[in-house]
């Protein structure tokens, strides 16, 4: 893996210098064909509506927010698609573009080498935009299917379905029988295959219309500008009106719930671990504690959360950064955020209102 902590590493049975090399080349290489292409350009910008490409993989969790009643659908629709091209518009360069939704529609019984949904529909755009001919990922034009909040978000449109009995899974914990193994979701194609090009193909048609009948543009003579820093997750204070307690809070070190051995339909765990747990067991207790037993603080902290592995306490190796990098860009009037996790569609939903809300409050201050 790249990610350098044990918890990455511990699925690829250590760390892959090879995996790393190639991840740390491309994205030079990369950077150094953006140079080497420096140009003056000018960037359009569309909003737009995906539909039938995506569904909730965790329904009972989300039914838990307070605030879903001011949306729709339990999952977001939108896709924001910029279009660049070069100042005079004559040329087009590449487009980006932004939806919510897992690339697992290859599910992991395949074995090879794959960009998913969003490759797939990367490449069509590519295919369709550069000479024909050109060798998919050589052409001089890009088109980059990036994602939004898609923490709880599956290409999988039939939903989860237990593979030996065919009827739909258990509702709040997605068993079979108490069992995850057998909870899948599938779809909306007759295999992973076909899935994969119908849900890519539906993100590539919706970008292609955007991309096609942009008209607003990123005003340039406005600020072009960032922010990035890095933050201590760990130590955070958290205002009352954030917290279960109703008391201002902290962070605490980071630690793995039962749950999440559990995995997600679409890519069940193993052992006894369900969805939804919130009590222990004996047995994964004592196992887990070879490695760090929590302490009551901790405990405290994670509750009602009941910790399986303590994953912030575990010397002398680091099982997962606490230290996480967060930024944001501003082009003309549009601001983009990066943020260090997959959010899901409530939690990115709310920190799109807290950015706007911030950025309103900024512009009322006087400078």
């Avoid at 190639?22 to 080497?36: E, P, T, Y």
């Avoid at 030996?164 to 007759?190: H, M, Q, R, V, W």
């Avoid at 543009?217 to 955070?236: E, K, P």
């Amino acid at each position: 893996g790249t990610g350098g902590t044990a918890l990455v590493d511990i699925t690829t049975f250590g760390f892959v210098k090879e995996n790393w090399e190639a991840c740390v080349n491309g994205i030079v290489q990369s950077i150094m064909l953006a140079h080497k292409n420096l140009q003056l350009g000018r960037i359009k910008i569309n909003v737009g509506q995906v539909d039938n490409a995506n569904i909730n993989r965790s329904p009972a969790s989300y039914l838990n927010n307070v605030d879903r009643g001011e949306y729709k659908d339990n999952t977001d629709h939108e896709m924001t698609v910029l279009r660049f091209e070069s100042i005079d518009g004559k040329t087009e360069i590449g487009m980006i573009n932004f939806y919510p939704v897992h690339a697992v529609s290859l599910n992991n019984t395949n074995l090879l080498v794959a960009g998913d949904n969003k490759g797939y529909a990367s490449y069509l755009f590519e295919k369709l935009k550069n000479p024909p001919g050109t060798l998919p990922g050589q052409g001089s034009f890009v088109a980059a299917f990036g994602q939004s909040n898609e923490g709880d978000v599956s290409p999988n449109l039939m939903g989860p379905k237990c593979i030996d009995t065919g009827l739909p899974c258990e509702f709040y914990t997605s068993t079979c029988n108490g069992k995850t193994e057998k909870c899948i979701a599938f779809g909306p194609g007759n295999n992973m295959y076909e899935s994969n090009v119908i849900i890519g193909q539906r993100q590539y048609d919706v970008a292609k219309d955007l991309y096609d009948n942009a008209q607003v543009f990123l005003n340039g003579n406005s600020i072009v500008n960032f922010r990035h820093t890095y933050v201590d997750m760990q130590t955070i204070n958290v205002s009352s009106r954030f917290t279960s307690t109703g008391h201002n809070e902290t962070t605490c070190q980071a630690a793995l719930g039962y749950s999440f051995a559990a995995g997600t339909t679409d890519g069940p765990g193993d052992f006894d671990f369900t969805q939804s747990t919130n009590s222990t067991n004996p047995f994964w207790q004592f196992v887990a504690a070879f490695l760090a037993k929590p302490t009551q603080q901790q405990i405290q902290c994670q509750a009602p959360k009941p910790i399986l592995l303590d994953v912030g306490l575990i010397k002398p190796i680091e099982w997962v950064p606490f230290v996480l990098p967060h930024q944001i860009f501003q082009i003309g009037q549009l601001f983009m955020v990066g943020v260090p996790g997959e959010f899901s569609t409530m939690s990115g939903r709310r920190l799109k209102i807290t950015i706007q809300q911030a950025l309103q409050d900024a512009k009322k201050k006087p400078r």
